[in-house]
């Protein structure tokens, strides 16, 4: 997800609290998937973000899948708006979604015809194997699961394409612009808003669980995470679509 500052008037619906503190839920979750971020962090298509030596026609087949992908996301967030236990939860869930739909569906379309993508051709593609597996788990989890799964499950994406932003931005800036911009779009200080409101929202949906209930979150947040590292390996490998 090409994310950024069209999250316009979310952080006004969303919860204020900055939670992934040592000693939170958010950073016990975070701790637990360490090894998973940490081969994310390490792999060679994010690698190759880094220093602009990916090569363009694996990270066009990423934006392709990024938008089939979107599509299930903005799902996602809407199930978990109509699942919310409180009108503030819904209105950054439904804000988020509706964010996705428009600005944030129009600015990667954008993007993709920087990289030569046309419209037509983002509208014709079709999900990849892991595109599919990463897309059902989650609307798996959003209507089966409880209303912390849901957000456990949702959270990864949101908070490690921050965490991958962040540190590529500390590194030294690829030679490649678009791939510099993507580093910005994920780094930035609108996206970190983005990711406090689901941190946030995670940590007041645990506050009221039982133990019993907080080890039903752990595996949502673990196995999306697996799943994005997935998503990372497909597009390297460039996984041909059915």
């Given at each position: 997800?090409?994310?950024?500052?069209?999250?316009?008037?979310?952080?006004?619906?969303?919860?204020?609290?900055?939670?992934?503190?040592?000693?939170?839920?958010?950073?016990?979750?975070?701790?637990?998937?360490?090894?998973?971020?940490?081969?994310?962090?390490?792999?060679?298509?994010?690698?190759?973000?880094?220093?602009?030596?990916?090569?363009?026609?694996?990270?066009r087949w990423y934006l392709r899948q990024d938008y089939v992908?979107?599509?299930?996301?903005?799902?996602?967030?809407?199930?978990?708006?109509?699942?919310?236990?409180?009108?503030?939860?819904?209105?950054?869930?439904?804000?988020?979604?509706?964010?996705?739909?428009?600005?944030?569906?129009?600015?990667?379309?954008?993007?993709?015809?920087?990289?030569?993508?046309?419209?037509?051709?983002?509208e014709r593609e079709q999900a990849a194997p892991a595109t599919?597996?990463?897309?059902?788990?989650?609307?798996?989890?959003?209507?089966?699961?409880?209303?912390?799964?849901?957000?456990?499950?949702?959270?990864?994406?949101?908070?490690?394409?921050?965490?991958?932003?962040?540190?590529?931005?500390?590194?030294?800036?690829?030679?490649?612009?678009?791939?510099?911009?993507?580093?910005?779009?994920?780094?930035?200080?609108?996206?970190?808003?983005?990711?406090?409101?689901?941190?946030?929202?995670?940590?007041?949906?645990?506050?009221?669980?039982?133990?019993?209930?907080?080890?039903?979150?752990?595996?949502?947040?673990?196995?999306?995470?697996?799943?994005?590292?997935?998503?990372?390996?497909?597009?390297?490998?460039?996984?041909?679509?059915?």
């Amino acid at each position: 997800m090409l994310e950024g500052a069209h999250e316009a008037g979310l952080s006004r619906a969303a919860p204020t609290q900055a939670p992934s503190q040592r000693g939170s839920f958010t950073h016990e979750l975070r701790q637990l998937a360490d090894p998973i971020w940490q081969a994310q962090h390490d792999h060679p298509f994010v690698r190759g973000i880094a220093d602009g030596s990916l090569e363009p026609a694996r990270f066009r087949w990423y934006l392709r899948q990024d938008y089939v992908y979107l599509k299930d996301y903005a799902r996602l967030l809407a199930i978990g708006a109509a699942r919310a236990p409180t009108v503030e939860l819904m209105t950054g869930l439904a804000t988020t979604a509706k964010a996705t739909l428009t600005s944030e569906m129009d600015l990667h379309r954008s993007y993709c015809g920087e990289w030569g993508i046309s419209p037509d051709e983002l509208e014709r593609e079709q999900a990849a194997p892991a595109t599919r597996a990463y897309a059902n788990y989650l609307l798996k989890t959003a209507t089966l699961g409880d209303f912390a799964e849901l957000v456990g499950a949702l959270l990864p994406c949101l908070w490690g394409y921050h965490e991958i932003g962040e540190r590529l931005a500390g590194e030294p800036r690829p030679a490649h612009a678009l791939y510099a911009r993507w580093i910005d779009a994920y780094a930035g200080d609108e996206y970190a808003e983005l990711v406090t409101f689901g941190q946030a929202a995670c940590e007041n949906a645990a506050a009221d669980l039982s133990e019993r209930g907080r080890e039903r979150v752990r595996p949502s947040f673990l196995n999306s995470s697996q799943y994005e590292l997935e998503f990372w390996g497909a597009a390297w490998q460039a996984q041909p679509v059915p």
